[in-house]
């Protein structure tokens, strides 16, 4: 059994009579719109005002007139039947002169309030406002007629007196703070390699990461003990295995001893002698095999 809902209006719409057609179990009632269109609509959304009209009022959104109206540097001229997605297009006028076709959403949100010469005109005002300023080692002289990524490039003079070009973004940043001449002062020195091995590495040894026994060249063996090992001129020497991590640190300090202090010498009092040295290496490498330690 339904509820006599007969002539009861719900905005546009006013109920009619009742069809025999169901929605959800729902008797949908036949009901007239303002406009003229007939639709059918359950009884619990007309008598909850839920459903306004046929679909007629929805039809008007996005119609407004907007014509006369400003928005940013922007007035609105006229309603153009050209559409963005769903959105109407307007003809504007920009306070440049400029006209341009613009979304009623676009408009009505904010999101654009120009033709775009709003974006030219803030670049320029930061132009004019970094002249003279220190940024570092660097002093901004003047704006140049390039941009890169929209960033106007300013001309500017190192403390060192050399010129260069650099974007405002990297300069107000801080990621360019000189001309890179004071980059080169902090780079780390350069590495000498004679026959392959690297002084300044086996003068200052590293604890590499994955080291676990805390000693360069020591490792766990599987049965227990611990083993030695040392690296130079692109050979790797084993110095044995041996009950305790002491006595397997102690053997790889004497073979550096003997390994690199001596090549060192060689090289700090004259790099010319200190190939020399590979062919002592090759006649000395079964003497110091011989002094592997034991398990």
Not at 50 to 65: A, I, T
Not at 152 to 176: A, F, I, M, R
Not at 184 to 202: F, G, Q, R, W
Request: proline share 2%.
């Amino acid at each position: 059994m339904y509820e006599d809902i007969t002539g009861l209006r719900s905005g546009k719409l006013t109920a009619i009579r009742p069809t025999s057609e169901k929605r959800r179990g729902c008797t949908l009632w036949l009901c007239r719109c303002d406009c003229g269109r007939e639709v059918q609509e359950e009884a619990y959304k007309i008598r909850a005002k839920r459903v306004l009209s046929c679909g007629c009022s929805r039809k008007g959104q996005g119609m407004k007139d907007l014509s006369g109206q400003r928005f940013g540097r922007l007035t609105a001229l006229e309603r153009t039947s050209e559409k963005k997605g769903s959105s109407y297009l307007w003809l504007c006028r920009c306070d440049c002169g400029k006209e341009v076709l613009i979304s009623t959403n676009a408009l009505l949100c904010g999101g654009t309030k120009s033709c775009g010469c709003g974006k030219i005109m803030k670049l320029r005002d930061r132009a004019k406002n970094l002249e003279g300023k220190k940024f570092g080692y660097l002093t901004a002289l003047a704006p140049t007629e390039d941009r890169f990524h929209g960033s106007v490039v300013w001309k500017c003079q190192c403390d060192c007196g050399k010129v260069c070009e650099v974007p405002y973004n990297s300069l107000v940043s801080g990621n360019t703070a000189s001309c890179g001449c004071k980059k080169k002062e902090h780079d780390p020195p350069a590495l000498h390699y004679i026959d392959n091995t690297c002084i300044e590495m086996i003068d200052h040894p590293i604890l590499r990461k994955d080291n676990t026994s805390g000693y360069t060249g020591v490792m766990a063996a599987r049965n227990g003990s611990w083993k030695a090992e040392i690296t130079f001129q692109g050979k790797r020497y084993g110095l044995g295995s041996y009950r305790t991590i002491r006595e397997a640190a102690r053997a790889r300090q004497v073979a550096e001893s003997r390994l690199f202090g001596e090549y060192l010498n060689y090289y700090y009092s004259s790099p010319e002698n200190a190939s020399a040295y590979e062919k002592r290496m090759a006649d000395s490498e079964e003497d110091l095999t011989s002094a592997d330690g034991n398990d």
